[in-house]
């Protein structure tokens, strides 16, 4: 069983990502004996039937002014995987119909960090671009980008999930649009055992301790990586980094966070075996783990695999705190160009308010699976009748992004080592945590 390919990246200086959701939406974070970090699903996966989008006059905001708008040529930089690609020229020859007079020029990119050395050097020609956050702020550390909310109404911007605004948020400002969003983890159970799942994690922990035993487990995920401890932070009252995006690691929630994880493994009275990620998988897909936590992107391939009779539910609240988990969420923008003319401006506008519609964003979901980013779409009935994908994306907009320009590699990289300590019984929460914050000094210091 292979790790899945990534279409997210996670937001870093180069995350060397290439979840990364399919995009290169995230780095498989590894260590030399740890497990990685699995990215979103294949973007050409087959998602599950869903109802089409709700109806409406036209696809495009066909334009109002009176007077026809001044030809304009714009260059767009895209990376993404063939169909994707073949989408979006569709989507491109749709816009240019109603307007005539603007041209959109696709360019693909491989590498995101070349791209942005073309662009620093104006080897490049660039008006507009799509990727993850780790293209975002490389471009908009350089200067490069227009900030967006000089462009857009407040209305309209609100009309975002608001997770996959962090991501691309900076300095108050922000920096592009979102096109979709995931990497969130959910939880996977049996329903030849489980009829109902639990809704907070006390019950998860009863529910798995009853099938656990005689080589079963109740409860599987890939354990020795931070993403899969990173919901339980904001329960607690705590997150990866602070409101100006400054890692904090070394707080009482961490401490929190990790004894909770390590309430589940534990040698004697644990639900969950410290697994890999292709461990726990295997585990729940040959019906040896009645729960598995995984990412969104298991919905695409569990569903291709077949075997278990399986749904899926939110991460259950934590339950002495009342408050609900909350995944790290990541996603892929929009991007458009700083010191624009006028003319090209206001074609970028356009084309920015077309490719971020609601039907548009719903008819990528139906053909590719991916998670809309405009409330409007998320609750469409098109998502809200789908099991799979109310839940995901209920689930997304619970969870948490990180503001652009954080480097969630570095962050990850300072946890690994110590989360494996704890779970090997070498290191306590508290010891687990200050060496997180140590560790992660040292690396920035470097």
Same mark, same amino acid.
């Given at each position: 069983?292979?790790t899945?390919?990534?279409?997210?990246?996670?937001?870093?200086t180069?995350?060397s990502?290439?979840?990364?959701?399919?995009?290169?939406?995230?780095?498989l974070?590894? &260590? %030399?004996?740890?497990?990685?970090?699995? =990215?979103?699903?294949?973007?050409?996966?087959?998602?599950?039937?869903?109802?089409?989008?709700?109806?409406?006059?036209?696809?495009?905001?066909?334009?109002?002014?009176?007077?026809?708008?001044?030809?304009?040529?714009?260059?767009?930089?895209?990376n993404?995987?063939?169909?994707?690609? &073949?989408?979006?020229?569709?989507?491109?020859?749709?816009?240019e119909?109603?307007?005539?007079? @603007?041209?959109?020029?696709?360019?693909?990119?491989?590498?995101?960090?070349?791209?942005?050395?073309a662009?620093?050097?104006?080897?490049?020609?660039?008006?507009?671009?799509?990727?993850?956050?780790?293209?975002?702020?490389?471009?908009?550390?350089? /200067? %490069?980008?227009?900030?967006?909310?000089?462009?857009?109404?407040? $209305?309209?911007? $609100?009309?975002?999930?608001?997770?996959?605004?962090?991501g691309?948020?900076?300095?108050?400002?922000?920096?592009?649009?979102?096109?979709t969003?995931?990497?969130?983890?959910?939880?996977?159970y #049996?329903?030849?055992?489980?009829?109902?799942?639990?809704?907070?994690?006390?019950?998860?922990y009863?529910? %798995?301790? /009853?099938?656990?035993?005689?080589?079963?487990?109740?409860?599987?995920? #890939?354990? @020795?990586? =931070?993403?899969?401890?990173? =919901?339980?932070?904001?329960?607690?009252?705590?997150?990866?980094?602070?409101?100006?995006?400054?890692?904090?690691?070394?707080?009482?929630?961490?401490?929190?966070?990790?004894?909770?994880?390590? /309430?589940?493994?534990?040698?004697?009275?644990?639900?969950?075996p410290?697994?890999?990620?292709?461990?726990?998988?295997?585990?729940?897909?040959?019906?040896?783990?009645?729960?598995?936590?995984?990412? $969104?992107w298991?919905?695409?391939e569990?569903?291709?695999?077949?075997?278990? #009779?399986w749904?899926?539910?939110?991460?259950?609240?934590v339950?002495?705190t009342?408050?609900?988990?909350?995944?790290?969420v990541?996603?892929?923008?929009?991007?458009?160009?700083?010191?624009?003319?006028?003319?090209?401006?206001?074609?970028?506008v356009?084309?920015?308010?077309?490719?971020?519609?609601?039907?548009?964003?719903?008819a990528?979901?139906?053909r590719?699976?991916?998670?809309?980013?405009?409330?409007?779409a998320?609750?469409?009935?098109?998502?809200?009748?789908?099991?799979?994908?109310?839940?995901?994306?209920?689930?997304?907009?619970? &969870?948490?992004?990180?503001?652009?320009?954080?480097?969630? #590699?570095?962050?990850?990289? %300072?946890?690994?080592?110590?989360?494996?300590?704890?779970?090997?019984?070498?290191?306590?929460?508290?010891?687990?945590?200050?060496?997180?914050?140590?560790?992660?000094n040292a690396?920035?210091?470097?």
């Open positions: 069983m292979k899945p390919a990534t279409c997210y990246s996670l937001p870093v180069r995350y990502l290439p979840f990364l959701f399919r995009l290169t939406l995230i780095l974070l590894t &260590g %030399a004996c740890a497990p990685v970090t699995p =990215p979103p699903p294949p973007p050409t996966r087959t998602p599950t039937p869903i109802p089409a989008p709700s109806p409406t006059p036209t696809l495009l905001p066909l334009p109002t002014a009176t007077p026809t708008p001044a030809p304009a040529r714009l260059v767009l930089w895209e993404l995987p063939p169909a994707q690609a &073949g989408a979006l020229a569709d989507d491109v020859a749709t816009f119909a109603a307007y005539p007079n @603007y041209v959109i020029e696709v360019q693909h990119y491989d590498d995101a960090q070349a791209l942005v050395e662009i620093a050097s104006d080897a490049v020609e660039f008006h507009l671009a799509l990727g993850d956050a780790s293209l975002a702020g490389a471009l908009q550390a350089r /200067s %490069a980008l227009h900030p967006l909310d000089e462009q857009f109404p407040p $209305e309209f911007l $609100e009309s975002f999930a608001s997770p996959a605004l962090t691309v948020t900076r300095d108050g400002r922000l920096w592009g649009l979102p096109d969003a995931g990497l969130h983890l959910l939880l996977f #049996n329903r030849d055992l489980i009829a109902v799942p639990p809704s907070n994690t006390e019950d998860m009863t529910i %798995a301790e /009853s099938f656990t035993g005689d080589g079963r487990w109740g409860l599987a995920m #890939n354990s @020795y990586d =931070p993403l899969w401890v990173v =919901p339980w932070l904001w329960a607690y009252g705590g997150w990866l980094t602070d409101s100006d995006g400054n890692p904090t690691l070394d707080i009482p929630p961490m401490v929190n966070a990790l004894t909770l994880y390590l /309430s589940w493994h534990g040698r004697l009275t644990g639900v969950a410290v697994a890999t990620y292709v461990q726990a998988r295997e585990l729940f897909t040959s019906g040896q783990a009645a729960m598995l936590i995984d990412g $969104e298991a919905i695409g569990l569903s291709q695999a077949g075997g278990v #009779n749904a899926v539910a939110p991460l259950p609240v339950g002495e009342k408050q609900p988990a909350a995944p790290l990541a996603g892929r923008y929009w991007l458009m160009k700083e010191g624009l003319p006028a003319t090209e401006r206001d074609a970028a356009a084309f920015l308010s077309f490719v971020t519609t609601p039907r548009r964003q719903l990528w979901t139906a590719f699976g991916l998670l809309p980013t405009r409330l409007e998320l609750e469409d009935p098109a998502i809200q009748t789908d099991p799979l994908l109310r839940i995901s994306a209920r689930q997304m907009q619970a &969870g948490r992004g990180l503001l652009l320009g954080v480097d969630a #590699n570095r962050i990850f990289d %300072a946890m690994r080592g110590p989360l494996r300590a704890v779970l090997d019984g070498d290191m306590v929460p508290e010891e687990a945590a200050q060496a997180m914050q140590a560790a992660l690396i920035q210091d470097e």
